[in-house]
């Protein structure tokens, strides 16, 4: 699965830029694979981007119409089906995230087979994996985990990738969920995954690779959270990391969605590393990324002073300040090895 | 999904026991429920249950075509498909436990048309599930968990639930795969649902019950396996035991299938105690279960003695001995609680 870049982002009408949380993902760090985005009367949300029509988004060189939406019941409502249904016959590909295959649609589906429009759907993986095998393949690998879901593990992922090509080092990001493919153009929605297969997944999503080869892998869920904890430990296993970084939200005090109280980043180092080794004997913590943007400048250096102490491991928000401390302890850990 | 007994059990022409483990397994635990078996030439398997043909098993009362075989590929021999059509036309309901749906397979696709038979796929789920939401449910629940996959989880939970209603406990076995299913006529292949929502499945699977009730939930995989952790783990938190038992295998040496080590049961009930936490604070083992089938009775006799002084909790065979010491325990444990 390879998506045709640039992209048009279709935002329909939802409520607010929360449900427009993947097109936000593209923008902040595909923004020059992105020619505007496309609104219905009523959106609430903004990308920030040209608003464009379907003709004047092709006339711009867009080849996809990426659904950059998400919406819990994973429905797709019937008055966005006409749009997409014009975007295939003005020769767009699509791309979506949702649950509902898209061509379950009987007119998309028609569409389909009328313009010969490819239709990705990013959370359903087209053929089967292979089942873990625990092997030590070659090449390194970097894992973002999480006290939480949705605390940053994508964003830390990305800078971290940044960074290192940054510093000459050879790194490559690796998606494991929907955002993460369209900013990627591939990979893999591991939580789309029948449960048998989640560590092979993972597997070939990081594959064998040169010796100095580092895949940065965008963590999923947490080891912590009661609803997807199978799937953040299925990754872990799969993508046997050398190094990981722990992610954190520092206002949060229940997992998201549920009532369970957030574990502390030493809960998830130790139990990162007991469940970690089983792939990866070395397994070993080289920084931790604290979201910070409910805190002002003063208390966000405040948090990462207090955090870097507390672990002796560097420390920072990836989003707002420089990962160069943890690149160097990375490069530190792993130059002589 | 009720699946209706009594069954004819298939077992096509497989090569031998191992490959007819399903047909085995509704033996030992559902004779009554089975008229007979159904072979083809060349089968090497025989659960001992007389020889019948569709037609002799029908006028013994059966009700569903069970295809009691696994094949590691999950594919359906074309041979074994007019079989089954005939089955079907002759009024009987089928079961099947493969990865592929039986209705992908043209024949039988126009087979269900035709005769208005049930094709019951037990891999797949119909319908979605919730995600799991971590809440404490009433009433009580023991799992089995495993050193390793196919170590005697089933069998141990089957052997538990048979002692617990002779001691006059209210309880229940929960199957959460294939032979489980076939054996209890109901329940969920919590390999086969997506990987988002295996502790949803788990929590439907074993739901709020009356103070007293115990479901006793069967196992799957192993926290340290490194193909299915991910579905042990999601397994042990939807599940939220207030008990569980250790079944281990005292001469394996890897695990089954990968080149991985088999841990020790001290190693197993650290992580099962450290993750199940999360949805039952007062996780607690009640006993250990070993499968000594490899071993003479007086090996098995030691090894069982010196396991039970290790740890220092009941420790039996569930299949070759009596569990009643775990039953002392759990009451005991329980009875005040």
């Known amino acids: 699965m390879e998506i045709k870049s640039p992209y048009l982002l279709f935002l329909g009408d939802v409520p607010d830029q929360l449900a427009a ?50 919406n819990a019941g994973g429905t797709f409502p019937d008055h966005w089906t006409n749009v997409i249904v014009d975007a295939m016959r003005k020769g767009f590909d699509i791309a979506s995230g949702l649950h509902r295959p898209l061509q379950s649609i009987p007119a998309i589906a028609a569409a389909r087979e009328e313009t010969g429009s490819t239709v990705f ?11 873990g095998r625990g092997t030590k393949r070659i090449g390194r690998r970097l894992l973002t985990v999480g006290t939480d879901c949705s605390i940053g593990k994508k964003y ?29 153009g591939r990979g893999v929605a591991i939580d789309a ?16 690779n040169h010796p100095n080869h580092w895949d940065v892998v965008e963590g999923q869920g947490s080891l912590f959270h009661p ?55 070395d397994i070993r913590c080289v920084g931790i990324a ?22 002796g491991l560097p420390t920072s928000d ?4 420089s990962v160069d401390a943890i690149i160097d302890k990375l490069i530190a850990d792993f130059s002589q090895s």
């Not at 969605?257 to 970690?276: A, F």
């Open 21 to 70: 949380k993947t097109a936000m993902g593209i923008v902040d760090w595909r923004r020059d694979w992105c020619v505007g985005q496309l609104r219905l009367p009523g959106c609430g949300a903004d990308t920030g981007l040209p608003d464009l029509s379907l003709d004047a988004a092709r006339d711009a060189g867009a080849q996809t119409l990426v659904i950059g939406i998400v």
């Open 121 to 131: 759907n990013i959370r359903l993986s087209e053929g089967g994996f292979a089942t």
């Open 156 to 184: 830390a992922a990305l800078a971290l990738e940044k960074a290192m090509r940054a510093r000459g080092l050879d790194a490559e990001f690796r998606a494991t969920g929907q955002t993460g493919i369209l900013i990627s």
């Open 193 to 208: 995954v029948i449960a048998d297969f989640i560590s092979g997944a993972a597997e070939w999503v990081s594959p064998a």
């Open 227 to 281: 609803s997807f904890a199978g799937v953040s430990l299925g990754l872990l296993h799969g993508t046997q990391p050398d190094a990981y970084v722990v992610c954190h939200e520092p206002t949060r005090t229940t997992m998201r969605n549920v009532d369970t109280p957030l574990p502390t980043i030493r809960q998830v180092m130790d139990l990162t590393e007991t469940c970690g080794r089983l792939t990866n004997p």
């Open 290 to 311: 604290i979201n910070t943007a409910a805190l002002s400048e003063q208390d966000a250096h405040r948090v990462l002073d207090e955090t870097e102490k507390e672990h």
């Open 318 to 321: 990836p989003v707002r300040f």
